[in-house]
């Protein structure tokens, strides 16, 4: 148990038995009446966005989340497999658990997965990942607007948008927050 007067950003906590991540956090002492803590939580499980207030006298269950690090190892339908790479125990996990982050997905990148008392939360994935450009248009001469873009499909069957001067072949990096092209690699 802690005080809610000494939580941190980024900390896990249990509440009305559901666990929440403390997104933001607000001491607010006003001049009349007792203080408070407003916060911004993120249930770890449905991923929903709610904004609570504690008194300052309250006590909150700290959560013991653990991340491990994991590869992907390969995909088959809805359902994705990763090995850890200390143990090289493997896991299944499915489309819906994953969640839009499958569609970033790659053979042999390493994601951290959330876990607590067993349960999967969720995955972690890089920041950018690198890929290989399968298929795109050729420039064409003259079409040189302000940052002029072109589709690409990426070797994971991603569809992103490209600069022009990118050719098939090449290696780009994609933000995986926005899924957008970042840079070559």
Not at 49 to 77: D, P, R
Not at 132 to 148: Q, R, S
Not at 150 to 164: F, Q, S, T, Y
Request: glycine residues 8%; without cysteine.
């Amino acid at each position: 148990m802690i005080n809610v007067n000494d939580i941190k950003n980024g900390m896990t906590i249990i509440f009305e038995d559901n666990l929440y991540m403390i997104l933001e956090f607000l001491h607010v002492k006003p001049g009349k009446g007792a203080a408070f803590v407003k916060t911004k939580l993120r249930n770890l499980r449905t991923g929903s966005i709610v904004e609570k207030t504690f008194n300052s006298s309250i006590k909150l269950e700290k959560a013991m989340i653990s991340k491990t690090n994991m590869q992907y190892l390969y995909g088959s339908g809805d359902v994705y497999n990763f090995m850890n790479m200390e143990t090289y125990e493997q896991i299944e996990l499915t489309r819906d658990q994953i969640g839009e982050d499958a569609k970033f997905l790659k053979d042999g990148i390493n994601v951290d997965i959330t876990f607590y008392e067993g349960e999967m939360l969720g995955i972690s994935l890089p920041d950018k990942i690198e890929y290989t450009i399968t298929h795109t248009e050729p420039a064409v001469k003259g079409n040189t607007t302000n940052n002029a873009l072109k589709d690409a499909e990426l070797e994971n069957g991603l569809m992103i948008r490209v600069p022009l001067f990118i050719q098939e072949g090449e290696h780009v990096l994609v933000t995986t927050s926005d899924g957008k092209y970042d840079s070559r690699a």
